[in-house]
């Protein structure tokens, strides 16, 4: 009897782990923990006349905010998600008051911004291409082979827009973007001084021009940091609300046309190998397919008609979508996008291929066999992020 009631218990345990922590069924969002984020940025602040005393110790004060809910300042702890933090100056010349290895702890940013932007300098120029090309220094310096994994974004403080040919800022910042260093700016004006903000949207990365005068400019800089550091890795294309908006709200899913042929079944653990989270793509609403079909677009080693696995199948008789290793399979509900005619009764097409039919501008589901049909197939993993650190 006794054993019986165990061999029950282990196979309630047994169960209970096999279906742990079902997803729901929408796609994943990036991670938002600030006491995880990893990340290198370099705080560029105009410290020229114009700023004022007043103007820079709320600046000082801003930037402390920033990382004061518990992210890790520095690199020398145990978990590797940590964030480095560097200090630059600059009014008609820029100067480094702390590299990325300079703060070790919140405690040294803190004393280190307040200290530095004490008072602002008599100098009434503010170049702001001096800001940005220290900042570039101050990356490339801090790289050299270390961190290689870590995003690297520029926030920018500046109270005046100035400077053409050499001093031009344009330029130095469109060569740091096009480096994959990602530029938050705020506008630092009390009187809403409208060329500022709209010179500064020029230097900006799309979605991430403020201004001071937003009573939640911490918050949208901690959004904004959260946003840098969600990003997918090589080969993968993180997926966004809208494929074609570089300013789109981006979700913590990466997908991959594989560009390869294959039967359902080894696409299926082809997506698996891809990467630790991989999975065939999943299509819960009509905006995700529409990202996937742009995507399987765009691969230039596929041409049209345009068909490719996804991954949804038929499981103990229900349509159900894959998902990551250890998480049980979601039954289709809600959107769907069968092509007429299907789903059809063949008991033995059990798995599903998006494809562009006749005339069809859009791909649709159909029903094949998992074993037999070769094409494209798309995959689908989780992005790096706060909650998913990516070595
Ligand atoms: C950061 O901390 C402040 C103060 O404790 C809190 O009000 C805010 O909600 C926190 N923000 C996030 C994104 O955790
Ligand atoms: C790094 O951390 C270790 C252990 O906590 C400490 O002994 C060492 O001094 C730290 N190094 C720096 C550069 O802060
Ligand atoms: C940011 O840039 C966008 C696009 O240029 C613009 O519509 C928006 O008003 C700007 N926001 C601020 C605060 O400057």
Known sequence: MKSIIFFIALLIVGTRSQTASPSAYVDRECGQNLQTLWLDVVVVVDNSAGMTNTGLTQVASNIATV?????????????????????????????????????????DLMGGAFGALGAASPNTESTLQRGIAAAEQV????????????????IIYASEYSGTGEKDPKPAADRLKESGVQIITVAFNQDGNQALLAKLSEIASPGYNFTSLDTN??????????????????????????????AAYKY???????????????????????????????EFSQQKHDFVFALVQN????????????????????????QPAGQ?????????????????????????????????????????????VSKNYVCESNSCDTDNYCA
């Open 139 to 154: 990356l490339n310096n801090g790289r050299q082979g270390v961190r290689t994994n870590y995003k690297q974004a520029v």
């Open 328 to 372: 049980s399979v979601l039954p289709l509900q809600g959107y769907s996008k069968w092509n007429p005619g299907y789903a059809t009764s063949v008991s033995s097409d059990t798995a599903v291929l998006n494809s562009q039919t006749g005339t069809n501008l859009d791909a649709g589901w159909q029903n094949i066999s998992p074993y037999t």
């Open 217 to 246: 400019i911490v918050g949208e800089i901690q959004g904004a940091l959260l946003q840098i550091n969600c990003f997918c890795p090589d080969l993968w294309v993180q997926y966004k609300a809208d494929f074609n908006d570089r």
């Open 67 to 107: 990382f004061l809910n518990g992210t890790q300042i520095g690199s020398n702890y145990t978990d590797p998600r940590s964030t480095r933090v560097s200090l630059v100056t600059y009014n008609s010349d820029a100067a480094i008051t702390a590299d990325l290895n300079t703060y070790q702890s919140i405690d």
């Open 252 to 282: 913590g899913v990466c997908v991959r046309s594989a560009g390869l042929q294959s039967a359902w079944t080894p696409a299926k653990f082809a997506c698996q190998n891809f990467a630790k989270t991989g999975f065939l793509v999943s």
């Open 299 to 322: 691969d230039p080693t596929v041409t049209a008609p345009f068909m490719y696995h996804i991954g949804l199948s038929k499981i103990n008789g229900v349509w159900s979508w894959q």
